[in-house]
């Protein structure tokens, strides 16, 4: 898998819009850019995925740079329910696609 | 999207005793992986699981430590054996859902807590 490199930990105020940044400078042309999160006590969860374009759905928005080497979850109205690790994965094209999960950004949602 | 329990949910096990997690799907799907979470650490993938074939263990686990069966589409089980304090983890199973959306994506269960003493 490409490498990521995300903060470890971020925090952001109660419907205010959160934005997780992910490096993933080695990415080749065909890779896709991944998020996950994992609330405490469960199972991670998926968000969203993109391959150049930036996508949105009902979770969240996913901008990536044109060149590709970096991206940002954005969550437009955080709530307390999204204090979770978020975590940027870009696996290897091809084959089964296995996550593999890095340490990922600690967002903890604040009143 | 795909459902999936495990069983116990958490246990707290003696040291040298084994103990048998339980991941049940919703649906039929090829591929089971089993991940350990060890306290404030992230996800490691122990195995991918396929019906019909041994499962395939990654770097750093083996099958007499984490046995694993695969009897069907929808069930598989990962043994913990021999367990010491080190074990002491969260066990989570996940399907890879190629089959069940236009893109890979990944259901998890929602993990077994497992305490060694």
């Known amino acids: 898998d490409a490498k990521t490199t995300q903060p470890p930990s971020m925090d952001c105020a109660e419907g205010r819009a959160a934005n997780l940044p992910c490096n993933h400078s080695?990415?080749?042309?065909?890779?896709?850019v991944y998020w996950y999160r994992q609330i405490h006590s469960q199972g991670p969860q998926y968000i969203i995925h993109g391959l150049k374009n930036n996508e949105t759905n009902e979770m969240a928005s996913l901008i990536i740079t044109e060149d590709r080497k970096s991206s940002t979850l954005i969550l437009p109205h955080a709530t307390l329910r999204d204090t979770a690790v978020y975590y940027c994965i870009v696996p290897q094209p091809g084959g089964s696609y296995i996550p593999t999960f890095g340490r990922g950004t600690s967002l903890i949602v604040h009143p | 999207s795909a459902v999936i329990s495990q069983k116990p949910s958490r246990d707290i096990c003696q040291r040298g005793t084994s103990l048998t997690i339980q991941c049940q799907v919703d649906?039929?799907?090829?591929?089971m992986f089993w991940y350990r979470q060890q306290p404030g650490q992230s996800l490691t993938l122990i195995a991918t699981a396929n019906q019909g074939s041994e499962a395939t263990y990654e770097s750093g686990f083996v099958i007499d430590k984490f046995p694993i069966s695969r009897p069907n589409l929808t069930f598989s089980t990962l043994t913990v054996s021999n367990m010491s304090p080190e074990d002491s983890s969260i066990y989570l199973c996940?399907?890879?859902?190629?089959?069940?959306?236009?893109?890979?994506?990944?259901?998890f269960g929602p993990g077994t807590r497992l305490t060694v003493l």
């Open positions: 649906s039929q799907v090829t591929m």
């Open positions: 996940s399907v890879e859902a190629s089959g069940l959306a236009n893109y890979n994506e990944q259901f």
């Open positions: 080695t990415i080749s042309g065909n890779e896709y």
